[in-house]
């Protein structure tokens, strides 16, 4: 049930709180001051510490002090007869869990010391998790390039990590821009908050506005309980804005006090919540364009501006291919239980030619494609699986021999998942993880585009 230790020079106190919570199920310890109390919490690490505040040699604000700096994690209740403002004060401002009084009131105490526990237990779950991110992070979603572009890539997030300030990236689909938002997230004061993203183009104007700031129970139809929005899951940590050249003027104007005052209001609420997140924004989209079309705020933009970080295109860095080759095989190799690792030398020529127009994104998708084909452990050339229009050698010639097919969104996201589960024989579980989204998703849009492994290839 958890570890307690009881921290009194009272032993009367001392003994009473401690056959009381031995009998609540707790392990109990006990000290008769604070000098030993601490050496036990040194050498216990309990989960709970609950302490007198007047006693001799070490008080409870000493205890207080070298409990959270031996691990911050454990929760300290004060006990003590004197019940004054100035040591309540104290108290909480140095990260006291709760004040009380005595004499103990027992079902006060009970609660608290119950709440305590659990708050240590759900903080120590998130802790994990956040862990598990930073690992999953590190060990998946490396940057890859050694390029002098890159380099200068690496070199702003280097710069830019270390600070709040916001960020804005600019660059085409599939070159890695939420890759670089996690590299400023998980390298910096943010790693140990929550990171947030937010698809800008995902949801319509008004389901945006409720997912970014929340909403108050009854503010629209449908809205049964109170929801906390993005910017405040996000917390101390990051907030991501992709795609943020679709956002509609309204919330343009929203964003900008945002940024301005550092603080908003939940839809249909009427109190004021501060932000404390970190906000980074990503557009396949040149901004400072759309600001002399008159189709984003010129204020919003600078003020996202602070900071940018520009992604070359997957063409621009051409050396940068067997390095992405090699990383994305051994990550595809391992979720695919394959061992496809050698590259003929005609098939990378193959790679590094082509023009790329999904930039990083597509490359791995060819990969994840040919791996799938693959019967040994040669990348074969005929497994390569490029679009007709992009096998012409240069890209020059690309741009003056391609002839746009004129087709909607739809139909083109359509043939695209289409295209991914044929490769996978049909593993919803492996596609949806290629295409970024969730498997409830994929199922629907499989759904919506009354897919099936019989249909044949729209022309």
């Not at 700096?69 to 709760?98: L, N, R």
């Not at 802790?127 to 890859?144: F, G």
């Not at 702003?156 to 400023?184: F, H, M």
Request: net charge neutral; charged share 30%; hydrophobic share 40%.
């Amino acid at each position: 049930m958890g570890k307690i230790l009881v921290i009194d020079d009272d032993q009367s106190i001392r003994k009473t709180l401690t056959s009381y919570l031995k009998k609540q199920g707790y392990e109990v310890l006990s000290a008769e001051n604070g000098s030993a109390g601490i050496e036990i919490v040194k050498s216990e690490l309990p989960d709970l510490v609950i302490t007198d505040i007047r006693m001799p040699g070490a008080d409870g604000f000493e205890v207080l002090k070298s409990v959270k700096e031996i691990d911050p994690h454990i929760h300290v209740i004060i006990i003590t007869a004197f019940d004054d403002m100035h040591s309540t004060v104290k108290a909480m401002q140095q990260g006291a869990y709760d004040y009380i009084e005595k004499p103990l009131e027992i079902d006060k105490l009970k609660l608290t010391i119950q709440r305590a526990l659990e708050n240590k237990k759900l903080s120590d779950e998130l802790n994990s998790i956040v862990s598990e991110k930073t690992n999953e992070y590190e060990l998946e979603n490396t940057l890859v390039g050694k390029t002098q572009q890159m380099k200068q890539v690496y070199k702003k997030i280097g710069q830019v990590s270390s600070g709040r300030v916001t960020v804005l990236i600019e660059g085409e689909s599939g070159t890695g821009k939420e890759l670089v938002a996690r590299a400023i997230h998980y390298s910096g004061i943010t790693k140990s908050y929550p990171f947030v993203a937010v698809n800008c183009t995902a949801l319509t104007e008004s389901l945006l506005e409720s997912e970014l700031f929340g909403h108050v129970k009854g503010a629209f139809t449908g809205s049964i309980k109170d929801k906390k929005g993005k910017f405040e899951l996000a917390g101390e940590g990051t907030i991501f804005l992709d795609e943020i050249s679709e956002v509609s003027p309204n919330l343009q104007v929203k964003l900008l006090r945002i940024l301005q005052q550092k603080e908003f209001e939940k839809v249909g609420g009427e109190s004021l919540i501060p932000m404390k997140a970190r906000v980074i924004a990503a557009t396949n989209k040149r901004l400072s364009e759309l600001v002399k079309a008159g189709k984003f705020r010129e204020d919003l933009f600078y003020r996202l501006k602070v900071f940018s970080i520009d992604i070359p295109p997957l063409r621009e860095r051409v050396d940068d291919i067997p390095y992405l080759v090699n990383h994305f095989l051994n990550k595809i190799n391992i979720e695919l239980h394959k061992n496809v690792n050698k590259i003929p030398e005609e098939v990378m020529e193959i790679l590094k030619n082509n023009y790329w127009v999904g930039n990083v994104r597509e490359l791995e998708n060819t990969l994840m494609q040919a791996v799938v084909l693959s019967s040994d452990d040669v990348l074969l050339k005929e497994n390569i699986l490029l679009r007709k229009s992009e096998q012409i050698g240069s890209a020059h010639e690309y741009v003056k021999n391609v002839k746009p097919e004129f087709i909607t969104l739809e139909e083109l996201e359509k043939r695209h998942i289409k295209n991914i589960l044929d490769a996978l024989k049909w593993d919803k579980n492996k596609a949806h993880k290629i295409l970024g989204i969730s498997l409830p998703t994929l199922y629907s849009k499989i759904e919506h585009y009354k897919l099936s492994p019989f249909e044949e290839k729209a022309d």
